[in-house]
């Protein structure tokens, strides 16, 4: 079942919006990660791990909406 055109973009402007948040996300775990890796924290390693996992989501949408985009 293909999507109507206005469907598609509405689809693209909420994988952009989640695109955004993850990425605000990404540098307040960055922030985090950056005070704990000077403070020695051995809790640095588990943000590190969260800040790329959401470093990898936001490349995965971003992966997803411009093929999506490039197909239309």
Do not use: C, Q, W
């Amino acid at each position: 079942m293909a999507l109507t055109p206005e469907a598609l973009l509405e689809a693209n402007r909420e994988f952009r919006e989640i695109k955004h948040v993850l990425s605000e996300g990404e540098i307040v775990v960055r922030e985090m990660e950056e005070a704990l890796l000077a403070a020695g924290s051995a809790a640095a390693r588990y943000v590190t791990k969260l800040r790329k996992d959401l470093t990898n989501d936001v490349n995965y949408i971003l992966l997803k909406v411009n093929a999506g985009s490039a197909t239309r």
